[in-house]
């Protein structure tokens, strides 16, 4: 599983509970994390990485950065998502995350999710000159996560993982407080929690969360469609 990231703490807000639980599994978990918080009111890059790397190990995660445009600079080049479409050569996932395209949101994040919706593509074409070191690779399934309420897709239903293990949620929660200049500030934790909690209640569980597919999924037997959230 490869997970990208504009910023130090967006992967663990908007789907670290996922994480934590894929790891528990023994699933790989890769994180690749595009700017260092450069323009962060609070906390310095050196502060931001070192916080980065404690979160990813308390889930149980790979991680590494590479540094595009910087913090509230990233601009959509196809560079880019060639760079990122080399990672994705490189590392051969089977399933991908990226923050949604909605706009309504730092523009760091959906600029982000675009590019890699488009380095998905760009990895499967084999005459592009900068990645012809290195053999076209097709992912299984490209899946968004929102760090926002504002940044859920309005367009797409999404998937609702449940995330209700006591120690997946203990070790989510210390992931998001390893991000100590940022969670000092406001209760962003207790935010997602609260958005968790709220999405378990719709799937009749303690605490869920949502991932939304960029296609639609496509499944060899309705065995694995085991239940569906609960409508009020």
Do not use: K
């Amino acid at each position: 599983m490869l997970v990208f990231g504009a910023h130090p703490d967006d992967i663990e807000f908007g789907c670290g509970a996922i994480l934590a639980q894929e790891a528990r599994i023994g699933r790989r978990v890769h994180l690749v994390v595009c700017s260092r918080g450069e323009s962060s009111s609070r906390g310095s890059p050196e502060e931001r990485i070192r916080e980065a790397e404690n979160s990813a190990a308390i889930m149980g995660a790979e991680l590494e950065f590479l540094l595009l445009d910087g913090d509230a600079h990233l601009e959509i080049h196809a560079a880019h998502a060639i760079r990122l479409a080399e990672v994705i050569r490189r590392l051969r996932p089977g399933i991908v995350l990226a923050p949604s395209t909605v706009q309504n949101q730092h523009p760091d994040h959906w600029r982000l999710g675009t590019l890699v919706r488009d380095a998905c593509r760009l990895a499967r074409y084999g005459g592009i000159i900068e990645l012809r070191e290195q053999p076209i690779y097709s992912i299984h399934q490209l899946l968004f996560y929102a760090v926002t309420d504002e940044a859920e897709p309005t367009d797409i239903s999404p998937i609702l993982i449940d995330v209700s293990n006591p120690e997946v949620v203990s070790a989510w929660t210390s992931a998001m407080e390893a991000h100590v200049t940022q969670v000092s500030a406001r209760s962003y934790i207790e935010l997602q929690l609260a958005r968790s909690r709220l999405l378990g209640f719709r799937a009749g569980v303690a605490h869920a969360m949502a991932l939304f597919p960029n296609d639609p999924p496509v499944f060899q037997s309705l065995r694995p469609l085991t239940r569906s959230a609960r409508q009020f």
